[in-house]
């Protein structure tokens, strides 16, 4: 089945190019535009696409209102954001975005983030869902890998934060890595392991650290400057 795909933008020269994208790839369909906030959350409730590329600055609602507002009535929408503003970076990753998209940026980019949101569509349908094994002092946990949000090491125990609580192993963050999906999960710092699609905001953390936020957690994880570049790498950005 094709990945249906809504554009949301107020330049009609953009939506021709993002239009023109989608429409050259197998697989892809172009649902819809918008040329404003307001008018792309009324299309999308009623087309209900599985992806919305949606620029930030926009006449009556701006971008991340709007996703905000579709992913209120419609939670499995994935928002790709489209701006000339990386200011607005932090808003997006908190509402969950695949991806942020700097203009000008090149055409290969916006098609891998395309074929990228389309091979873990595919493969979410079709795979079942995964656990790993940690073992502690009670016995054995089966942890369901997407529900994991952080893993962290702290006086000799690995702690590892889930959707559903807590736990504890003897078991070092290496091993625990091993066992993990390196699309999915990413060692920002010797201490911490995230899961990449938990991540909320970013901040400074003094002169060359910064603090990850993640959802389902309280917690939160430390990444180095030289770690935050790799993660940008690996995002895309």
Not at 19 to 28: A, N
Not at 141 to 158: A, G, M
Not at 181 to 205: K, L, M, Q
């Amino acid at each position: 089945m094709a990945l249906r795909i809504f554009i949301a933008d107020d330049d009609s020269g953009m939506r021709n190019v993002l239009r023109g994208i989608i429409e050259s790839m197998d697989g892809m369909q172009c649902v819809g535009e918008a040329a404003d906030g307001a008018e792309a959350v009324r299309c999308c409730l009623e087309l209900k696409p599985d992806v919305v590329l949606m620029d930030v600055q926009m006449p009556e609602l701006d971008g991340v209102q709007a996703v905000k507002e579709i992913l209120a009535v419609l939670p499995d929408t994935i928002p790709v954001f489209c701006t000339a503003h990386s200011e607005y970076m932090p808003d997006a990753f908190a509402v969950y975005a695949a991806d942020y998209l700097i203009k000008p940026f090149k055409t290969d980019r916006v098609r891998q983030t395309l074929r990228r949101i389309s091979t873990a569509r595919a493969r979410n349908k079709t795979a079942p869902a995964r656990s790993i094994v940690i073992k502690n002092r009670d016995g054995m946990v089966f942890l369901p890998i997407n529900d994991i949000v952080l893993l962290y090491r702290e006086s000799r125990l690995s702690y590892i934060e889930t959707l559903g609580g807590s736990f504890t192993t003897s078991e070092s963050l290496n091993e625990l890595f091993k066992k993990l999906d390196g699309d999915i999960f990413f060692r920002c710092h010797r201490a911490y392991i995230i899961n990449v699609s938990s991540i909320t905001t970013i901040h400074p953390y003094g002169r060359w650290t910064y603090i990850i936020s993640l959802k389902g957690t309280e917690k939160t994880a430390l990444i180095t400057q030289e770690k935050l570049e790799e993660l940008q790498k690996v995002m895309g950005l």
